[in-house]
């Protein structure tokens, strides 16, 4: 439990936000795979990225963190041991799907499983393609939930047309397809975020990805590298939301990656009025960081809807507490996959805010918000979920009274020293 009193504070200063969820986890993931020594600078030292080294040094795999630095050394995947113990992913999506295609491929047997939240997310999604592929996976209702069993074997390529979109499924194709026979193709209609792509090139493979299309051969070697994470703009979110809402505010975020698989909230506050500049640091880089500057802005409602929603989908429970500031309507839609995030993200956003006394209606595939209202205090759930926790938060910056969480150590899960960083930017 945590009550936050913030009465109301402006936000002055400059944060670098930690590394990026999705980028440290697949560091560790490469660098394993690969042979050498892989160092990698930036990385998370959120709990899911940590549930990841965890399984991999199970696997055999050396593995030394220092601080924010990272060295793997690895004599491949054909090195790695048989564990003696389970695989634990904790409150992981990533670890867990991205391991399925990973060890479908391995000659080894392994059995995964996470924690209460990851026992509810949908595993088929990812076991249907990979057993297509030839991969041998056990699990509960026919493997769509942890526990889950994997029988390592040699796998064939398949031609794939994903039917949601999902970068945690594409790359557990892709990572199966390292190992498999012939020529892997990923077809997406919406285009998911692309670090596993990125990281193949990185790592030596050659991938040809045009109009969402990715397709690459099987049997490459990965060679380790190095490997440069930025920050995360899913963490950043939540202070480019807190510093457009708080007021008499002005926030700088060094070093925010802005892959444009993964920005689509710069897009979003640009549409909706936000007092905020971009600028880019280094486009060259495997994945492109930028400085970003939010003052205390006017905004109007939107819509968010269809292409842009696979680029931020994570960022969705924080727009809905942007959108609640926001002068009218916002309409957010076609976002369905928030049901099986870390919990159903549409009916915990539509609870949660309604209880600061939001004008917030929950519908099939989003939510609509009409604004602005002024937030009360109240007390809230965060349903274990971090980005529930972090817009609780920083709703607690703008509420009228005290606003307080029941479980605010599952932020840690992305961003550990998230309150630290609220309180640098409270007292500048
Ligand atoms: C992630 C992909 C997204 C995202 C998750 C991290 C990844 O999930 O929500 O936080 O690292 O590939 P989906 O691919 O299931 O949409």
Redesign the pocket.
């Known amino acids: 439990m945590k009550t936050m009193d913030y009465k109301r504070p402006g936000l002055h200063g400059e944060i670098q936000v930690p590394g990026d969820?999705?980028i440290s986890?697949?560091s560790v993931m490469f660098g394993a795979i690969a042979e050498g020594t892989t160092t990698v600078e930036g990385f998370l030292l959120g709990e899911d990225c940590l549930s990841t080294i965890d399984c991999f040094r199970k696997l055999g795999v050396k593995i030394d963190v220092d601080g924010t630095n990272v060295k793997i050394e690895s004599a491949g995947i054909d090195a790695w041991k048989e564990p003696k113990e389970v695989l634990y992913t904790g409150n992981s999506?990533?670890t867990t799907?991205?391991m399925l295609g990973i060890l479908a491929g391995t000659k080894i047997h392994t059995i995964m499983t996470g924690d209460a939240s990851i026992g509810k997310r949908p595993m088929r999604r990812v076991v249907d393609p990979l057993r297509l592929m030839g991969a041998q996976i056990a699990g509960r209702e026919g493997g769509q939930f942890t526990p889950l069993a994997i029988q390592g074997t040699e796998l064939t390529s398949i031609d794939y047309t994903m039917p949601v979109?999902?970068?945690?499924?594409?790359?557990a194709i892709l990572l199966a397809g390292l190992r498999a026979k012939g020529t892997t193709v990923v077809r997406e209609s919406e285009i998911?975020?692309d670090?596993t792509e990125r990281m193949l090139r990185q790592f030596g493979a050659k991938v040809e990805t045009a109009d969402g299309v990715v397709s690459f051969e099987g049997g490459q070697k990965l060679r380790g590298t190095h490997v440069n994470v930025p920050g995360d703009i899913?963490s950043a979110a939540f202070f480019l939301v807190a510093g457009a809402i708080a007021q008499k505010s002005e926030i700088v975020l060094k070093n925010v990656g802005v892959n444009e698989t993964r920005a689509g909230i710069i897009d979003v506050l640009q549409a909706m009025g936000a007092d905020m500049e971009v600028v880019i640091e280094d486009e060259q880089a495997a994945e492109p960081t930028a400085t970003i500057t939010i003052r205390t802005s006017n905004l109007a409602g939107t819509t968010i809807e269809g292409a842009i929603i696979?680029r931020l989908?994570?960022e969705i429970p924080i727009l809905a507490l942007l959108a609640t500031q926001a002068q009218g309507r916002t309409i957010i839609k076609d976002a369905e996959?928030l049901k099986v995030?870390e919990t159903d993200r549409i009916t915990a956003v539509v609870a949660e805010l309604k209880k600061l006394g939001a004008d917030i209606e929950a519908t099939e595939d989003g939510m609509i918000i009409n604004g602005p209202t002024k937030l009360h205090g109240a007390s809230l759930q965060s349903y274990g979920d971090h980005r529930i926790g972090m817009m609780a938060a920083v709703a607690a910056l703008i509420a009228d009274g005290p606003v307080e969480i029941d479980d605010p150590d599952c932020i840690a899960v992305s961003y550990p020293m998230f309150f630290e960083h609220i309180e640098a930017l409270m007292n500048h």
């Open positions: 969820k999705s986890h697949r999506g990533t799907r991205l979109a999902s970068a945690q499924v594409k790359s998911s975020r670090h899913s696979p989908i994570d996959e995030k």
